[in-house]
C-alpha cells in the first residue's frame, strides 16, 4: 500500500511495474510517470520481497531489489489481577516479535464503549522494542466500559493486538459521620460521606435484622444517607453500607468502612 519511487533513464511511455519479477508469483501495477527518469507506483497488497522491473515502450528494464517492512507482531494483555478499580487498571502487552523492523514507539490505545481503538484515540506510550510491558492507566470513569488494544509502530507501520473489553467499578463508598450517635429502635440517624449513590443496605451492629434495605434517601452528590430507621435487630457497634463490588473478577458484595453508634 506504501507509494514509492523508482529512479533510471527512459521511462517516457511507462507502462507497468512489476514487483516479484522472475519469482513465482509477480505481481503487476500501473505507474505514474512523472519525468524521463522518474516514476512512483503503488507497491501491491501480498508482495513481500524481490526484484522489480519497469515496462516501457522500448522494453522491459533490469530488476532492482526491493523488500516490504513487515509490521511488528503485538499481543493485547487480558485484564487480570490487579483487576481494575473505579477510576485505573493495568494495561499492557507483549511485542513478540519486530519482523526484522526496530519498534520504536510501543503503548496501548483505548476508547470508552466496544469500539475498536487506534494511536487516534486515547494512547498511552510504554517505551520501545520487543518484550512485555505494562502500565497503570488512571482517569478512568467509574462505571464505564472501555476497550483497550496493544499498539507498536516500526518501519513496516503501526500494527496492533486483539481488543480487550472491560468496565470499571463503582467508586467504594467511604462513610465519615453519623448523626445522632446514639439512639433507640426505631430512631432515625443520617450518615455523611462521599460515593454513596450506589450502596445496596445500610448494616447495623448485631446478628440478625440489623440490616436496612429500603426507607431511606441518598442525596444526588452522594455525601449523605438520611431517614435510616434503627431495625429491631440493632446493637452497639460500627455502622456499614455495602455495595457491589468484584472479588476476583467476580461480582460480589462488599462493606465500608464503619462509624459508631450506640
Known amino acids: ?3 514509492i519511487t523508482l529512479t533510471g533513464t527512459n521511462f517516457t511511455g511507462a507502462t507497468q511495474v512489476t514487483f516479484g519479477a522472475g519469482g513465482a508469483f509477480p505481481t503487476n501495477a500501473t505507474p505514474t510517470v512523472v519525468n524521463a527518469t522518474t516514476i512512483t507506483v503503488t507497491v501491491p ?3 513481500s520481497t524481490g526484484n522489480v522491473t ?8 533490469s530488476g532492482v531489489s526491493f523488500t516490504v517492512a513487515q509490521a511488528a507482531t503485538v ?4 485484564i487480570n489481577s490487579p483487576y481494575p478499580s473505579s477510576n485505573s487498571t493495568t494495561m499492557g502487552g507483549n511485542v513478540s516479535s519486530d519482523n526484522g523492523y526496530t519498534v520504536t514507539e510501543r ?3 483505548y476508547v470508552q464503549g466496544s469500539g475498536t481503538p487506534t494511536t487516534a484515540n486515547t494512547k498511552v506510550t510504554m517505551g520501545s522494542g520487543t518484550g512485555t510491558f505494562s502500565q497503570v492507566v488512571s482517569g478512568l470513569t467509574p ?8 499498539y507498536a509502530i516500526n518501519a513496516g507501520g503501526t500494527s496492533y493486538g486483539s481488543n ?3 468496565t470499571t467499578p463503582a467508586p467504594v463508598p467511604t462513610l465519615s459521620g453519623i448523626s445522632p ?3 433507640t429502635v426505631g430512631s432515625t440517624i443520617t450518615l455523611d460521606g462521599t460515593d454513596l449513590q450506589n450502596i445496596t443496605s445500610v448494616r447495623f451492629g448485631g446478628s440478625s435484622n440489623n440490616v436496612v434495605t429500603t426507607g431511606y434517601t441518598i442525596n444526588p452528590a452522594g455525601t449523605q444517607i438520611t431517614g435510616i430507621v434503627v431495625p429491631g435487630g440493632a446493637a452497639t457497634g460500627n455502622v456499614q453500607v455495602s455495595y457491589a463490588s468484584t472479588f476476583m473478577g467476580m461480582p460480589t458484595t462488599a462493606l465500608s468502612n464503619g462509624v459508631a453508634f450506640t
Request: cysteine-free; aromatic content about 12%; proline content about 6%.
Open 1 to 3: 500500500g506504501a507509494t
Open 45 to 47: 497488497a501480498g508482495f
Open 54 to 61: 519497469v515496462t516501457t515502450p522500448g522494453g522491459t528494464s
Open 75 to 78: 499481543l493485547s494483555s487480558p
Open 107 to 109: 503503548g496501548v490505545v
Open 143 to 150: 462505571s464505564t466500559t472501555y476497550t483497550y488494544r496493544a
Open 164 to 166: 480487550v473489553t472491560f
Open 181 to 183: 450517635t446514639s439512639g
